[in-house]
């Protein structure tokens, strides 16, 4: 009978220690999930940070073309002001040696 109980006590050891491994491999698969988890987490947030730059992104780009319009409609009117500006120097310049030639 002895024998039999050896063998039962060491079937039971056998188990507990495979129980053991399973359960320590259980807790590796709980640990990978919970990084899984926060893994996952992160990259929502980096994902919704990134549509909130891209909207950012296109106002300005918005802005820019904006500008750039306003740019182009004030350098022709500055152009024409210049243009004016030198007809009047011409002018003043042609009147002063029309009528001071002394």
Known sequence: MSVVKA????????????????EAKLDKLV??????V???TKIDHL?????????RLDVHSNRLDQLNTAVIK???VARVLERI???IVTCAVGY???NYNG
């Open 7 to 22: 063998k039962k006590k060491e079937v039971l050891m056998d188990t507990d220690k495979r129980f053991d491994r399973i």
């Open 31 to 36: 640990d990978a999930l919970s990084q899984l």
């Open 38 to 40: 926060a893994v996952e």
């Open 47 to 55: 994902n919704l940070h990134q549509a909130t730059q891209d909207k």
């Open 74 to 76: 004030a350098g022709g």
């Open 85 to 87: 500006g030198f007809i």
């Open 96 to 98: 002063f040696f029309a």
